[in-house]
């Protein structure tokens, strides 16, 4: 099975609502990082987690590595936040090799 | 100026040709990879590395060589090209928590 899983697969919202994604492993996940593939392609990095949380603007993440999961709460959803959102684990004595899950994608629409 | 260049942007080859990719990394970062991108699957890793002359072996890494020749250059070598090998393919480079991507070579086997 996926080391992993996204969830959801695909999401649509309304501009101004929240909502949130999740990423559960199923490896021994020491960080996790988080991507956004905006709608031209280009991958831009929004997270770098240890066990714990950040913040940025609005968009907010989590990440338990007891639990296995992390997630990424987007608050006031806006039009440039769509786009495909990725987790990638890393997991202990994993050589700086993240593993990557298959994405969320996201439709903002007004 | 783009800390990560992949060249060609777009590449279109015959099966059984040769392919080779290219990335360059001006962050001076230790490791480099390689991705292939295809839908439904996510990124998936195909090779890295951790400094000039190093390699080690990714997750999808059947029918690619890769080499990395400098601090900065890191090469993906498709020696007999399948269509199966038709995909995106993104050139990463990290160090710590910094993670960033190239914009994608497009490669299409016909």
Not at chain 2, 20 to 49: A, F, K
Request: with cysteine; hydrophobic share 30%; glycine share 10%.
């Amino acid at each position: 099975g996926d080391k992993v899983k996204q969830s959801p697969s695909a999401l649509s919202l309304q501009e101004g609502t929240n909502s949130a994604l999740r990423c559960n492993f199923s490896i021994a996940a020491t960080t996790v990082q988080w991507f956004l593939q905006n709608p031209r392609g280009s991958l831009m990095n929004l997270f770098y987690l240890v066990p714990g949380t950040k913040e940025n603007g609005r968009l907010k993440s989590a990440f338990d590595s007891k639990e296995s999961y992390s997630t990424l709460h987007i608050r006031d959803a806006q039009l440039e936040d769509s786009g495909t959102y990725f987790c990638a684990a890393e997991a202990s004595g994993g050589n700086y090799k993240p593993t990557f899950g298959k994405g969320t994608s996201l439709v903002v629409h007004p | 100026e783009a800390a990560v260049t992949q060249s060609p942007r777009n590449k279109v080859t015959v099966t059984g040709g040769n392919v080779t990719l290219s990335c360059r990394q001006t962050n001076s970062h230790n490791y480099m990879y390689w991705y292939r991108q295809d839908t439904g699957h996510g990124l998936r890793l195909i090779h890295y590395s951790y400094g000039a002359g190093n390699l080690q072996i990714g997750d999808v890494p059947d029918g690619y060589k890769a080499t990395r020749t400098t601090q900065e250059d890191f090469f993906l070598l498709l020696e007999l090209a399948s269509p199966s090998q038709t995909s995106l393919y993104f050139c990463a480079s990290s160090e710590g928590s910094d993670y960033t991507f190239g914009s994608g070579t497009r490669l299409l086997v016909i």
